[in-house]
């Protein structure tokens, strides 16, 4: 079983949908969870850390539910722009972060 | 301020040989991290520096690949006799010193090709 599992997608949404991906993690000692971004054939690069009481950035949303193991992106209202590969990432041990494999969404006109 | 760069941006090679994989990190950034993407794949961690302390290489695949950072800044992942499964994006990423482990930037990347 990998560390960090994501459903790959792609997610096809119209613009101002609201999408949203889960994401499972193994290690039931992680403790801290973060979601990346990845356009095509670019780096990574962070999009919001996750906390526990769940957090907000404008139309991104993310929930963590420790007894189960998963974590949650929302986006409401979804931009041509939002198109893109979200990473779910999780802290391993000694500063490593764990990368599942991605969802790929596409929003489209 | 410039970001982290790597070098080159594409290389193809012949299996068997050897080929060496650069990455400048943001200047004053303490730690720094190799990962590899593969297609339809993940990032997987290689190998992390932080400062002086011994590197954290237990993400390394084989003993062909090896790593070494000078004087605290510049690295490079030495890969030897490639095979065509090495083929895959080569991230650096580098992140300074104090701040959480999610503030990595990463570099655009090498694309290495081994035909």
């Known amino acids: 079983r990998k560390e960090v599992e994501q459903d790959p997608g792609p997610f096809n949404v119209p613009e101002g949908a609201t999408v949203a991906f889960n994401c499972t993690y193994s290690n039931s000692a992680s403790q801290s969870f973060f979601w990346y971004r990845q356009d095509c054939r670019k780096e990574p690069k962070l999009l919001m850390s996750v906390y526990s009481s769940g957090n907000e950035d404008g139309r991104f949303t993310a929930q963590l539910n420790r007894a189960s193991q998963y974590i949650s992106l929302l986006i409401r209202d979804s931009k041509l722009s939002d198109s893109a590969t979200y990473l779910c990432v999780v802290k391993g041990g000694f500063q490593k972060l764990v990368f599942g494999t991605g969802t790929r969404l596409l929003v489209s006109p | 301020g410039a970001g982290v760069s790597q070098s080159p941006s594409n290389k193809v090679t012949e299996k068997g040989k050897d080929v060496e994989l650069r990455c400048d990190p943001i200047?004053?950034?303490?730690?720094l991290y190799w990962y590899r993407q593969s297609l339809g794949q993940g990032l997987e961690f290689l190998i992390y520096f932080q400062g002086n302390s011994a590197p954290d290489k237990s993400g390394l695949p084989s003993d062909r690949f090896s790593a070494e950072r000078t004087g605290g800044s510049v690295s490079t992942l030495t890969i030897q006799r490639t095979q065509q499964e090495d083929s895959a994006v080569y991230l650096c990423?580098?992140?300074?010193?104090?701040?959480?482990?999610?503030?990595?930037?990463f570099g655009p990347g090498t694309r290495l090709t081994v035909t």
């Open positions: 990423a580098s992140r300074g010193y104090g701040t959480s482990d999610s503030e990595q930037y």
């Open positions: 200047s004053g950034h303490t730690a």
